[in-house]
């Protein structure tokens, strides 16, 4: 018998935006039976942008999403400069 994937919780946190007329979806989840967040946007030509490290809770993530709005520009969102978020290793 094949196991079960898991269910995905989204964080009611999560949803679309548009700023300065770019569209794109903030997709904050987690696995059903994990404690952790994830951050991911998602940009209207199919592509995304994952940060590597999970988060506490789906608040952190959206701060996250939020500093890296302010302190690395809409660009970091929408894919269309090369960044990268580190995040140390554990």
């Known amino acids: 018998m094949a196991d079960k994937d898991p269910n995905i919780i989204h964080s009611a946190l999560s949803g679309h935006r548009t700023i300065e007329g770019h569209s794109f979806k903030v997709c904050i989840y987690r696995l059903e039976h994990t404690p952790e967040w994830a951050l991911e946007v998602e940009v209207r030509d199919g592509g995304s942008v994952v940060w590597e490290s999970a988060f506490e809770t789906d608040d ?3 701060a996250e ?5 302010r302190d690395e520009g809409l660009g970091a969102v929408l894919g269309t400069d090369t960044v990268v978020v580190p995040f140390p290793k554990s």
């Open 60 to 62: 952190a993530a959206y």
């Open 65 to 69: 999403y939020e500093r890296t709005l």
